[in-house]
């Protein structure tokens, strides 16, 4: 069972666009929501996360957006560039657990110049 | 300042062989988190471990696998007897344990011919 789902699978984005991507979860006990960034033969390097206390977080180009009731979260990727071509991966975890991450299935980000 | 280091960053084994991976975590961290990534999937979650002790090790399967962290050296994942089926990417990420924040390794992908 899928505990955190993603979508869109693939993006394609214009260099200079938005890039959005959206994860949903259903455990309640969840309170860590972190983004990962992965390049082909690499590990996942840590790129924004947020808990939720807040709606909102915004680190340079790329903003979380949380929606507690929802149970949804999103990341934005503003002017979107080649360079952030890359598999994105939402993930989650819960400090009352073994805190381990949950992982979305991936989406793969084509920006095109 | 070096971050988590992992090794060999490619294995091959033949069906049968014994797999042994190495995670040194990141200077100041005492929490070990092994992921498994099968190709175009997202990660999932092994095992946990803190020095000595195996603190989680729902996801990990109930025969072959292994893992250890002890007092002094790395972190191992040891699989017995692999199958083609273990082929995949292992990931080892580490934190302090205070903070959500998990940094993860290159990972070593093992192959199982």
């Known amino acids: 069972q899928q505990q955190v789902k993603q979508s869109p699978q693939s993006l394609i984005v214009q260099k200079g666009g938005i890039s959005i991507i959206n994860c949903a979860y259903e455990?309640?006990?969840?309170?860590?929501f972190p983004w990962y960034q992965q390049f082909p033969g690499k590990g996942p390097a840590l790129l924004i996360a947020i808990r939720p206390d807040v709606s909102e977080k915004k680190e340079g180009r790329f903003t979380i957006s949380f929606n507690k009731s929802a149970k949804q979260f999103s990341l934005h990727i503003m002017d979107s560039q080649p360079g952030d071509s890359a598999t994105y991966f939402c993930?989650?975890?819960?400090?009352?657990?073994?805190?381990?991450?949950?992982f979305g299935t991936g989406t793969r980000l084509t920006v095109i110049p | 300042n070096a971050g988590v280091m992992q090794n060999p960053r490619h294995l091959v084994r033949r069906r049968g062989q014994e797999a042994r991976l190495r995670c040194s975590p990141m200077k100041g961290h005492s929490h070990v988190y092994w992921y498994r990534q099968l190709p175009e999937e997202g990660l999932k979650f092994m095992v946990y471990l803190q020095k000595e002790n195996i603190i989680d090790e729902s996801g990990m399967p109930k025969e072959r696998f292994s893992a250890e962290f002890p007092k002094e050296g790395p972190s191992i994942l040891r699989i017995q007897q692999v199958v083609r089926g273990d082929s995949a990417a292992y990931f080892c990420?580490?934190?302090?344990?205070?903070?959500?924040?998990?940094?993860f390794g290159p990972g070593t992908r093992l192959t199982v011919t």
């Open positions: 990420a580490s934190s302090t344990g205070e903070l959500y924040e998990q940094y």
């Open positions: 993930a989650a975890s819960s400090q009352t657990g073994a805190n381990n991450l949950f």
């Open positions: 455990n309640t006990a969840f309170d860590y």
